[in-house]
């Protein structure tokens, strides 16, 4: 994150010095184009709090942790294909899901759907790349995550 | 009346969330707090992506991109973009208009959507996440799953869509 902002500034720094004028065009595009999408995502992260509500934590760990077999990893890849749980609960959650038995293939459907797949997001996903390859990136996606699931259960 | 048109449900949302504060509706303050979370989220990230996003439009040259991520860029387009992707942080939403732009200055289709596949599986900070709770075994074998699968949907994603393909402004 600090270095995000570091070299956002060095790069702002270093294109002012060479041109004011190129700068001012690229911030204002950048600022058009972040004010465009800006609606649409608040929305989103609206519905998501709602969701992340309806469904809570303790929900998602005592419906992945009773599955297992093939039943466990489609339920994993389709909860972490709806939810949009960002890394830093993600992978707190997936531990405490191993911790409670739930094998390390269900465990990596899960964070990898989770990843990979965002269904409420859909719609932004939509609006730049078209319905057809959305839906698309997002349905192969879907299913890597259950392939690299099975792959992880024959190693780990 | 337009600003209130398209920020119909953000209003619907505030008001909702307000009202819940005020009158103590406890799902209401639970689902303002999952909000908040992510609008923090958002607000560290998005702005700078969208400035870098727009200085690298005015700075890059289309004839630099094309030669190194374009249509005839071979194995090193995917190192680029792979490589890319790993350095960045965010929410894979952050991703989109870096597709678009990447997709402006005249990436291959392929090679957008091998971006977009290591921007949600490899990038750096959700891998040193991934090693502390999950461990080094499991991060790396995933990873090593992962990056020849979302090879084959950039693959599979232009051999759908055709090399004319363009992402949208968003």
Sequence with gaps: MALLILFTVV???VSLVVDQRKTMTGVKRGLDMFLNVLPALL???ALVSVALYLVPEPLIIEFLGRRSGVLGVLIAAAV???ALIPPFIAFPLANILHSKG???SVVAVFVTSLIMVGFVTLPLEIRYFGKKAALLRNALSLIAAIIIGGLIGLFL | MKVVKR????IIFVLFSTGSLLLGFEPGELIY???TQFLLELVA????MFLL?????VWVPKEAIEKHIGGRSGFAGAFWVILLAMLQAGPLYAAFPVAYLLSKKGASVRNIFIYIGAFSCLKLPLLTFEVSFLGWRFMLLRSLFTLPLFIVIGLIMERVLGQGYKVKAG
């Design chain 1, 11 to 13: 790069c702002l720094a």
């Design chain 1, 102 to 104: 739930v094998s390390y």
């Design chain 2, 33 to 35: 707090r999952n909000f």
């Design chain 1, 43 to 45: 929305a989103i992260l």
């Design chain 2, 53 to 57: 996003v727009g200085l690298f439009d």
């Design chain 1, 80 to 82: 972490g294909a709806i």
């Design chain 2, 45 to 48: 990230f998005l702005p700078l």
């Design chain 2, 7 to 10: 920020y119909f449900w953000v």
